[in-house]
């Protein structure tokens, strides 16, 4: 199975931009990289994906290097309500795998 | 749009006891996944369903769960007789993509409490 490394638990402070890498084990050629975000009670919800380089949204940059080994999610000046668990998806195929997540918690 | 449809949200059973889970994709989505997570873990795939047909259910423990998708829509997760162990949030989701890009749509969960 495809693996995925991230640390389990950060702080910051509101208005920081936040930084959360995962080590993406095995990853394949045709595998894509994606972050989920999700807050208690409530299912996984998608925030971002990648192949390579860099990707922007609204909500989030994903920066993934040439040797697609590792990403890095940032999330700029965050606040209160980006206080959840964020995982980034490795895969086999089409099988998608979630590890133990990152637990995010903003302080006022 | 509607989103994926899970019922029922909260379900307490006793051990050895039989529950089922019902979910509803969102229209269109040829593939369906079942999750158990368990508190304070990430989600863990029980199930993946392409249409009618089953991917993947390598992680299903198939002396106890059953799962299935007939007319390749909606799906029902089965236990029994369940375990206190299996006490967890059952997620479904689904997805639109056949090309492994790993966007998954997923609904608010059915929470199982096994005492």
């Known amino acids: 199975l495809a693996k995925t490394t991230q640390p389990i638990s950060m702080d910051s402070y509101e208005g920081q931009e936040v930084n959360i890498t995962c080590s993406h084990n095995?990853?394949?050629?045709?595998?894509?990289i994606t972050w989920y975000q999700q807050f208690p009670s409530q299912g996984p919800r998608f925030i971002i994906q990648g192949y390579k380089t860099k990707v922007t949204n609204e909500v989030a940059s994903l920066f993934i290097p040439a040797d697609r080994k590792s990403s890095t999610l940032s999330l700029p000046r965050v606040s209160l309500s980006d206080t959840a668990v964020y995982y980034c998806l490795g895969n086999t195929g089409n099988q998608f795998y979630f590890g133990t997540g990152t637990s995010l918690t903003v302080i006022p | 749009e509607a989103g994926v449809a899970q019922s029922p949200r909260y379900k307490i059973i006793e051990k050895r006891q039989s529950v089922a889970f019902w979910c509803n994709p969102i229209?269109?989505?040829?593939?369906l996944y079942w999750y158990q997570q368990i508190l304070g873990q990430g989600p863990k795939l029980l199930i993946q369903f392409q249409n009618n047909g089953v991917v993947d259910d390598s992680q299903l423990p198939k002396d106890r769960f059953s799962a299935e998708r007939l007319k390749g829509v909606d799906s029902t997760l089965k236990i029994q007789p369940a375990k206190l162990e299996d006490s967890a949030v059952y997620l479904c989701?689904?997805?639109?993509?056949?090309?492994?890009?790993?966007?998954?749509?997923f609904g608010e969960g059915s929470r199982l409490t096994v005492l």
């Open positions: 989701a689904s997805s639109p993509d056949r090309s492994n890009t790993g966007e998954l749509f």
């Open positions: 229209s269109g989505h040829a593939t």
């Open positions: 095995n990853i394949a050629t045709n595998d894509y």
